[in-house]
């Protein structure tokens, strides 16, 4: 995305261009969510992320072969669109394929696992960007990443996802009942499945966590805009400094609290419930608020770290607890999630550039965080309420040992 963003200014020479190339993306991942859940019923998960893989490696060779020449936008917004919609259909399909890749008893470590070599690689690839762009140019950060999508694509086809090539919903007429009965029971819950999915939405404080998930998304894209403002503000002459060390240490700090989390899931063999997520959200914006106050280096260091590994706790927890839910309603959970956060992220965007003309960066994260803290703590409190009227015990509740959300 370094690469793309920089391609994009320099093709046109327009911040609006590259604003609308980042909108085109959102919105892209934004309609995948959307139809995402539809898409997990009709197809297997690992199809899906093949071809969303192949899609993506096919796109960025059509960059490459249109980038010398006059069709450099078209190509950049059909890069826009393949990217965002891919990339989020891909998530969503890892994401809720897990539980049958590694069984239910493993979901956190996959999902601690999966986490720590995401961060890790974010790190490696906004260090490598500009060395890449600097000394080889443009065409070879497009290789690379094309390079990457088929990589990927090699290893998805290696996974030992059960389902083989059909969707979950494609049954042999012979199962079940037969005639007019299963016609009918296959329409009614083909038809019904939103609904379904609202219904367990309703469950413990699975609906206002995804609402959550949501404004925690407007609040990420209030530091993310306020970083470069002011790292600006700290040293004009080197302005990508403050931001590439503060992403370096949010990242040893997501790594660091994966590991963490791992080991508290062989030694306990519990996972992280849905209270984490509400703990790590609190955390998680109180740390970003704080790296904007002004604080020495050494203690903004420490900030960083904290919220990386607020931020990794939040994410495990999140997955985790969506992965409760049954399969036939679990992607219909992630692509949901996907289109909130994609939605929360790209408003949030647009509103806090604008403030950002007007306020200082520690009053724009701080309004945006704070609502994400807030909404934590509503949320808490109701997964605590809850756990109480029910009686379940507050150290060992169905979701932290795994069972289905119900």
Known sequence: MVALNLFVYETTGRALAMGLFMAVRLGSGFVAGLIAGG??????????????????????????????????????????????ACGTLFMVA???????????????????????????????GFASAGVVVSLVGYTAAFVVDMATFVICAVTVALLPIPGGGRGKDARPDSEGDSGRGTEKKGRTGRWRRPGAFLASAAAPGLGLMVVLRSVDAFGSSSHNAALPVHSAALDAAHPAVFVSAFWCLWALGNVAAQQVIQRYVRRTGRTVGAPGFGYGTCLMSGAFILAFAGFPRAATAVIALVAGAADG????????????????????????????????????????????????????????????????????IRVTRTRGRTGAPAARSGADRGEPVR
Not at 68 to 82: D, F, K
């Open 39 to 84: 898409l997990l019923a009709r197809f297997a998960a690992k199809s899906l992320m093949l071809w969303t893989n192949v899609a993506q490696a096919a796109v960025m060779l059509l960059l490459l072969v249109f980038a010398p020449e006059g069709m450099r936008t078209a190509a950049l917004m059909a890069v826009s669109v393949v990217v965002g």
């Open 313 to 380: 706790l939040t994410e495990v927890s999140y997955t985790s607890h969506l992965q409760t839910l049954p399969a036939d309603l679990r992607g219909h959970a992630f692509g949901l999630s996907a289109t909130v956060e994609n939605l929360g992220f790209g408003v949030g965007m647009i509103l806090v550039a604008a403030a950002l003309d007007r306020y200082s960066p520690l009053t724009v994260v701080g309004w945006s965080h704070g609502v994400a803290v807030v909404v934590a703590v509503v949320f808490l």
């Open 94 to 124: 890892l994401r809720s394929s897990i539980p049958e890749m590694v069984g239910d008893d493993r979901r956190s470590w996959a999902n601690s696992l999966s986490i720590t070599g995401r961060s890790l690689a974010m790190v490696a």
